[in-house]
Protein backbone atom coordinates (compact mmCIF):
# COMPACT_ATOMS: atom_id res chain seq x y z
CA UNK A 1 0.00 0.00 0.00
CA UNK A 2 1.29 3.26 -1.23
CA UNK A 3 1.24 6.46 1.61
CA UNK A 4 2.77 9.58 1.59
CA UNK A 5 2.78 11.16 4.98
CA UNK A 6 2.94 15.24 5.63
CA UNK A 7 4.39 16.41 8.80
CA UNK A 8 5.73 19.58 9.88
CA UNK A 9 2.58 21.77 9.79
CA UNK A 10 1.67 24.19 12.13
CA UNK A 11 1.36 28.07 13.63
CA UNK A 12 4.18 30.23 13.13
CA UNK A 13 4.26 33.84 12.72
CA UNK A 14 5.20 36.12 10.14
CA UNK A 15 8.79 35.76 9.46
CA UNK A 16 9.32 32.09 11.11
CA UNK A 17 10.10 29.01 9.48
CA UNK A 18 8.88 25.58 9.16
CA UNK A 19 10.25 22.65 7.47
CA UNK A 20 7.86 20.26 6.19
CA UNK A 21 8.58 16.26 5.63
CA UNK A 22 6.35 14.17 3.57
CA UNK A 23 7.71 10.26 4.14
CA UNK A 24 7.00 8.01 1.30
CA UNK A 25 6.43 3.96 1.67
CA UNK A 26 4.66 1.32 -0.47
CA UNK A 27 6.85 2.42 -4.19
CA UNK A 28 10.30 2.90 -5.19
CA UNK A 29 11.01 6.74 -3.87
CA UNK A 30 13.97 6.67 -6.26
CA UNK A 31 11.90 6.53 -9.57
CA UNK A 32 9.86 9.08 -8.65
CA UNK A 33 9.64 12.81 -9.07
CA UNK A 34 8.01 14.74 -5.66
CA UNK A 35 6.12 17.92 -5.96
CA UNK A 36 4.72 20.53 -3.30
CA UNK A 37 1.24 22.09 -4.04
CA UNK A 38 -1.00 23.76 -1.31
CA UNK A 39 -4.41 25.24 -1.17
CA UNK A 40 -5.47 28.28 0.19
CA UNK A 41 -8.73 28.66 1.63
CA UNK A 42 -11.16 29.45 -0.84
CA UNK A 43 -8.45 29.37 -4.12
CA UNK A 44 -6.75 26.63 -6.69
CA UNK A 45 -4.21 24.53 -5.70
CA UNK A 46 -0.94 25.56 -6.99
CA UNK A 47 2.20 24.25 -7.46
CA UNK A 48 5.11 24.93 -4.67
CA UNK A 49 8.30 23.25 -5.41
CA UNK A 50 9.41 20.03 -7.17
CA UNK A 51 12.31 17.82 -7.42
CA UNK A 52 13.54 15.22 -9.64
CA UNK A 53 13.89 11.57 -9.14
CA UNK A 54 18.17 12.41 -7.97
CA UNK A 55 17.15 15.63 -6.16
CA UNK A 56 19.76 17.16 -8.43
CA UNK A 57 16.76 19.02 -10.86
CA UNK A 58 14.60 21.19 -8.47
CA UNK A 59 11.89 23.56 -9.38
CA UNK A 60 9.85 26.51 -7.49
CA UNK A 61 7.01 28.85 -8.11
CA UNK A 62 8.07 32.00 -8.24
CA UNK A 63 6.54 33.01 -4.87
CA UNK A 64 8.79 29.93 -3.62
CA UNK A 65 11.57 30.75 -5.28
CA UNK A 66 13.45 32.70 -2.93
CA UNK A 67 12.38 31.71 0.70
CA UNK A 68 11.65 27.58 -0.02
CA UNK A 69 13.96 24.80 0.04
CA UNK A 70 13.23 21.27 -1.71
CA UNK A 71 15.24 18.28 -0.71
CA UNK A 72 15.01 14.67 -0.87
CA UNK A 73 16.86 11.59 0.99
CA UNK A 74 16.25 8.79 -1.09
CA UNK A 75 18.05 6.81 1.51
CA UNK A 76 14.83 8.19 3.75
CA UNK A 77 12.41 7.62 1.80
CA UNK A 78 11.45 11.51 2.62
CA UNK A 79 11.52 14.63 0.69
CA UNK A 80 11.48 17.61 2.34
CA UNK A 81 10.32 21.63 2.23
CA UNK A 82 11.93 24.25 4.41
CA UNK A 83 10.44 27.42 4.66
CA UNK A 84 11.44 30.30 5.71
CA UNK A 85 10.26 33.67 5.73
CA UNK A 86 7.17 32.67 5.74
CA UNK A 87 4.09 35.13 5.26
CA UNK A 88 0.35 35.23 6.24
CA UNK A 89 -0.59 34.19 2.03
CA UNK A 90 1.45 31.09 2.99
CA UNK A 91 -1.30 29.75 5.16
CA UNK A 92 -2.92 27.06 3.70
CA UNK A 93 -2.55 23.14 3.59
CA UNK A 94 0.02 21.45 1.98
CA UNK A 95 0.17 18.45 0.04
CA UNK A 96 2.64 16.41 -1.12
CA UNK A 97 2.99 14.27 -4.40
CA UNK A 98 4.89 11.39 -6.62
CA UNK A 99 4.60 11.14 -10.43
CA UNK A 100 6.39 9.17 -12.48
CA UNK A 101 8.14 11.75 -14.92
CA UNK A 102 11.98 12.25 -14.81
CA UNK A 103 12.15 15.92 -14.50
CA UNK A 104 9.88 17.99 -11.52
CA UNK A 105 6.94 19.09 -13.61
CA UNK A 106 4.40 21.65 -12.08
CA UNK A 107 1.45 20.32 -13.48
CA UNK A 108 -0.80 18.39 -10.43
CA UNK A 109 -1.73 15.87 -13.47
CA UNK A 110 1.56 14.86 -13.65
CA UNK A 111 1.40 13.51 -10.19
CA UNK A 112 -1.42 10.26 -9.60
CA UNK A 113 -0.16 9.58 -5.71
CA UNK A 114 -1.03 12.47 -3.62
CA UNK A 115 -0.99 12.87 0.54
CA UNK A 116 -3.45 13.70 2.96
CA UNK A 117 -1.90 17.38 3.52
CA UNK A 118 -0.48 19.55 6.42
CA UNK A 119 -2.08 22.45 7.69
CA UNK A 120 -0.08 25.63 8.08
CA UNK A 121 -0.99 29.14 9.88
CA UNK A 122 0.69 32.23 9.55
CA UNK A 123 -0.06 34.80 11.93
CA UNK A 124 0.70 38.23 11.75
Known amino acids: QVQLVESGGGLVQAGGSLRLSCAVS????????MGWFRRAPGKEREFVAG????????DYADFARERFTVSRDNAKNTVYLQMNSLKPEDAGTYYC?????????????????WGEGTQITVSS
Open 97 to 113: AAGNDWYPRREAFAYDL
Open 51 to 58: TSRSGQNL
Open 26 to 33: GLTFSNHI
